[in-house]
Structures are given as structure tokens and as C-alpha cells.
């Protein structure tokens, strides 16, 4: 349910959050409802991210918020006189800038470092975030006098002066014996943890690993699936968990809660979420990428390459870090997904879990180890790397554009915008972190179905419901062949005795027409202002040295 009126969202911020709602909660109200926002309570993703700063100083704070290196952007607010002014500080944060100007008459004076690029900066370790969130809490819950209904901000003078982009130096990439996983992550999990106590090494599929938001090979828990602390397997297995370790391109050491907004992150880190561009739909974009009709059956229609509409696609970047090893369930998702797809060649021979029908009506199933060779064929998946990443890696292109021939590629002259829009063209669109952010929202608002396998939230996470928006998948790619014959069915003799699974094409066409919708309704460039104004509102709180105090005082 959704608060229906101010009173009622005041009462239930309160009963949310235990204090009162920021000043000016009112205005952001109306602002919300003039935008037909379909969320105005439930913004925990934006309390989770600012809950440790109340651990630490404004002051403090004020004086982290100026970019060391030119690969973070700022934004000062209202800084320089009484009228309305947002500044970008570089060329890349103003599409941020012209966002915050349309509310920034009710904000008070600050400034915010932005973050574009999508892999997160700030790391801080379990016992700092712990201690923070104590001192948070303790903070929280000073006795207070009555509430200030107006912003009473530090001035100008109390904030540093920001740099132009052009003064700023580009930061100093030093790579640690270690990868991000041991450096970042796994010291961010509880001591108790399998990530601290139960290190894998195994060149076997972890099944405890995965058993905790799992249902036998089926993703039925996304948000403790984003809990990385009982996967300790994904330290080799995400290509981001397995690169080296660098220092911030921040210029905030690690294990520092640095005030910088980011626009997706993962466990570990302490990065405050915002709507960057591409995390949202546009006004006035189409929110339908041309494609297919996903209701005409599959067996009528043809893509321009000849293949078939009833597939999984995926075109992705070549992993930058070490490859995977033959035979092997333990390496980076991408190489393994691209193996498993060419079950003719590389993954000859190898067994797949999957999960069999044990009688005519499909009421009763079987887990079971099968031949990839066996359901391969009846299981379209379309994945490989760019031709651009083949090509720079090949010694031999006639041979590697062999490897690409399944998309109707044959030579390097193919462009990549056809490869990405020809994803279009098929029931299944996967997205996975190594793709641009903007992908998913795509496939989101395409008519195809969106499949997505991610360690990463951003701040419409929340927002979205697997199995109803779209179709989760484990980076191990376990339950890959067991969910694609549920949506497109299977027929044939898988180990020794007839199968058959019935398609359920009307399925995916739900969950299509669902997510279409969904992104349509909270993830418009109106929601993403929304959630910026609230984000905003809140950090002004936070950075005021009379927060405790600051409140919406509603009007006798």
C-alpha cells in the first residue's frame, strides 16, 4: 500500500525510521504525486546507504566532500548567494546538475561527489561499518529539543572549495598482490561467515554456496543472493570479485566512508546509490526497442540472421582476468556461459544439472546430472563475446570468425550496434555486470523477456520482483538449462528414458509484458527524480551540524 496522503506518509516515515521525516518533506511529497511516482513510502535503499554517516561528524563529512582525482564529479548547491544555483563542476555530471535544479530551491546549501562509472569505491570492513552503525544509532536517539523545521546549513565557507575538472589529476592505478574479493569483500563479512571461515577452492560447482537463496537449481531469494558473505566461491567466479585490487580512483583510502555517490554496488562496499543516467527511462524515449512480438509463436518467426526468436542472447566483453580452467565449474560466469552454449565443441561430453520429469503430467521431478548434448540442442543459447574483443584476440580470424558464425557474422566488419539490437530479436535477453548499465533497463522496457545474473544493486533493485519483472539467473549457471526448458520446453531421451516438459512460452510472455510495465511505471525519469530529491533532502540533513533537530514540523 502506498500512503495516500501527507499525514499518513509522515506517520509511516516515522514508524519506518523512528525520528522524523527531513524539512520540506511536504514539498517532496507533492513533488512525488505531480509525477505520479507509484513509491512514496519505501525508501530503504536510501536509509541503508546514509544509516553509517550518522556515525561520523557533518563537519567531518563536509570537509571529505571535494574530489582528489578527475575521476569524480561534483556538484555544489546553492553555494554562492541567496538565488537558486546548481553548479557541475565537469562536463560529465551535468545531466545530474540539471536533474537536482528542478528541486533545488528546497534543498540546502552542499555539495556531492559523484561517482559515474559502475564499479563501486567505498570498501569499508565489517568491524568499521559496525562501529559507525553504533555510533549511529547512539546519535539517532540524543534527546532532542523541540524539531527545527528549516534548514539551518552551515554556510558557504564551512565546505572546501571544489576543484575545476581541468585542476584535478587522473588517479594513480597501483594493482595489490590481491583480488577485490580478498581485499574488499571478504573482509566486509561477519567473522562467523563461510566467506571468512570456509575459503573455496574446489574445482567443483559449491552447492552450499549456493543452497541458501536457492530452491535445487532455481534463484528464489535475489536479496540473499546479493549477499555475497555464505558464497565464497564467487571470489573466482565474478570477473569484478576475481580482478586485482586497486586503491579508490577516489583518492579516499580504503576502509574510509568516503561521501561519494555511485550508481550500483555490491557487498563490501558502502557506496551511496543514486539514478545515473541510463538507470532510468527518459522522457520521451521509446520504452519499446524494436523486436519481435513475443505472442506470435516461435516456429513462424525469424530474426534477420535465421535464427530462431526462441532463445537466450548474450554479447557480452571478454573477462579481463584469468580464464577458466577445462572441466572445470569454477571460473569467471562469462568464458563458462560461452562454453556451455557451444556444446558441440568445448563442452562436449559434460553433465549439467537439470531437473527431470518423473511422470506424464510433470507433477514430479528428479534432480539429476545429465549430458550437455543431450538438451543443447533443444535449448537455444546465443552468447559470445564482441567481435571487437575476438578480433583484438585473435591470430587466426577466419578461424575465430567461426566462433562468431551463429549471429550471421562472417568477418570483422560487422558492426556492434547490430549485434545489440539484434538482441531484440529473441524471446530472452540476458544482461550480466560486464555490460553497460544501461542494458538492463532496456531489455526491462523491450518486448523480449530480461534475464539478468548480477552481484550489484542500484536503486530501483528494490523496485523490481524476480520471477514477476524478469528472470534471475546464478552466475554458476546451474539451474541455466533447467529454467530455459520450463519457458521453452524439451522432448527427447535424456539418460535413458523419453522426457518431455511442456513450453510455457505464456510464462514468459507474463513476465515480459509485467516488466515492460513496471519499468515503465517507477523507473521513469519522474521516479528517478523522485528518489534524488528524497536522497538529497536526507543527505542535507545528515551534513548539518544540527541534524539531530532537523525535522518536517507540520503546520497547526
Not at 512514496?40 to 557533518?58: A, K, R, S, T
Not at 594513480?172 to 573482509?187: E, G, I, N, R
Request: glycine share 6%.
Amino acid at each position: 500500500l502506498v500512503s495516500s496522503s501527507l499525514d499518513i506518509a509522515v506517520k509511516e516515515y516515522a514508524s519506518r525510521y523512528h525520528r522524523l521525516p527531513p524539512p520540506n518533506f511536504d514539498v517532496w511529497y507533492n513533488f512525488a504525486r505531480v509525477r505520479n511516482s507509484k513509491v512514496i513510502d519505501d525508501f530503504d535503499q536510501i536509509n541503508n546507504d546514509l544509516l553509517p554517516f550518522w556515525g561520523i561528524e557533518p563537519s567531518i563529512i563536509r570537509a571529505n566532500s571535494v574530489p582528489k582525482t578527475n575521476a569524480i564529479g561534483s556538484i555544489k548547491i546553492n553555494l554562492n548567494g541567496p538565488g537558486i544555483e546548481v553548479v557541475a563542476m565537469d562536463k560529465e555530471s551535468m545531466p545530474m546538475a540539471e536533474m537536482i535544479l528542478s528541486f533545488a530551491q528546497w534543498l540546502p546549501p552542499m555539495q556531492i561527489l559523484i561517482h559515474r562509472h559502475p564499479e563501486p569505491q567505498v570498501s569499508i570492513s565489517s568491524s568499521k561499518r559496525r562501529s559507525l552503525k553504533n555510533k549511529a544509532i547512539a546519535n539517532l536517539m540524543k534527546p532532542r529539543s523541540a524539531a527545527i523545521g528549516n534548514w539551518t546549513a552551515s554556510p558557504a565557507e564551512d565546505w572546501p572549495k571544489l576543484p575545476a575538472g581541468k585542476d584535478l589529476k587522473a588517479p594513480k592505478v597501483s594493482s595489490m598482490h590481491l583480488s577485490k574479493w580478498d581485499a574488499f569483500v571478504q573482509p566486509s563479512c561477519p567473522y562467523f561467515s563461510a566467506a571468512r571461515q570456509h575459503p573455496h577452492f574446489s574445482d567443483n560447482l559449491c552447492i552450499d554456496c549456493a543452497s541458501p537463496h536457492s530452491i535445487n537449481q532455481f534463484m528464489w531469494n535475489t536479496t540473499k543472493a546479493l549477499d555475497l558473505c555464505h558464497q565464497p566461491d564467487l571470489g573466482t567466479i565474478s570477473n569484478f570479485l576475481a580482478s586485482p585490487a586497486t586503491a579508490p580512483v577516489s583518492g579516499y583510502p580504503a576502509n574510509e566512508l568516503a561521501p561519494i555517490f555511485s550508481p550500483r554496488k555490491t557487498k563490501g562496499y558502502n557506496d551511496i546509490l543514486y539514478p545515473a543516467p541510463g538507470s532510468y527511462i527518459q522522457r520521451n524515449a521509446s520504452t519499446a526497442p524494436p523486436g519481435l512480438d513475443f505472442s506470435i509463436p516461435a516456429d513462424v518467426l525469424k530474426t534477420q540472421h535465421g535464427d530462431l526468436s526462441n532463445s537466450l542472447f548474450w554479447l557480452g566483453q571478454r573477462p579481463t582476468t584469468s580464464g577458466l580452467r577445462p572441466n572445470s565449474w569454477q571460473g569467471l560466469a562469462e568464458q563458462r556461459l560461452v562454453q556451455l552454449a557451444d556444446w558441440e565443441h568445448k563442452a562436449a561430453g559434460e553433465r549439467v544439472p537439470f531437473l527431470l520429469p518423473l511422470d506424464d503430467e510433470e507433477k514430479f521431478y528428479m534432480n539429476a546430472f545429465v549430458r550437455l548434448s543431450g538438451v543443447g540442442p533443444q535449448l537455444p543459447i546465443k552468447v559470445n563475446f564482441t567481435v571487437s574483443a575476438l578480433a583484438k584476440d585473435c591470430q587466426k580470424p577466419k578461424e575465430c570468425a567461426v566462433q562468431d558464425s551463429f549471429f550471421g557474422v562472417e568477418h570483422f566488419g560487422e558492426s556492434k550496434k547490430t549485434h545489440e539490437e539484434s538482441r531484440f530479436n529473441h524471446r530472452f535477453s540476458l544482461t550480466m555486470d560486464t555490460d553497460p548499465m544501461h542494458k538492463f533497463v532496456q531489455d526491462l522496457a523491450s518486448n523480449s523477456a530480461a534475464v539478468q545474473s548480477t552481484i550489484f544493486r542500484s536503486w530501483y533493485t528494490p523496485r523490481l520482483t524476480a520471477w514477476l519483472h524478469y528472470v534471475p539467473l546464478d552466475m554458476r549457471w546451474h539451474g541455466l538449462h533447467g529454467t530455459l526448458a520450463y519457458f521453452m520446453g524439451i522432448e527427447g531421451i535424456v539418460k535413458g528414458r523419453e522426457v518431455k516438459m511442456t513450453r510455457r512460452g505464456s510464462d514468459a510472455l507474463a513476465i515480459a509484458t509485467e516488466g515492460r510495465k513496471r519499468v515503465e511505471s517507477v523507473m521513469g525519469e519522474g521516479d528517478a527524480e523522485v528518489y534524488m530529491f528524497r536522497l538529497l533532502l536526507e543527505w542535507g540533513r545528515i551534513v548539518s551540524d544540527d541534524r539531530e533537530s532537523l525535522g518536517y514540523v507540520q503546520p497547526e
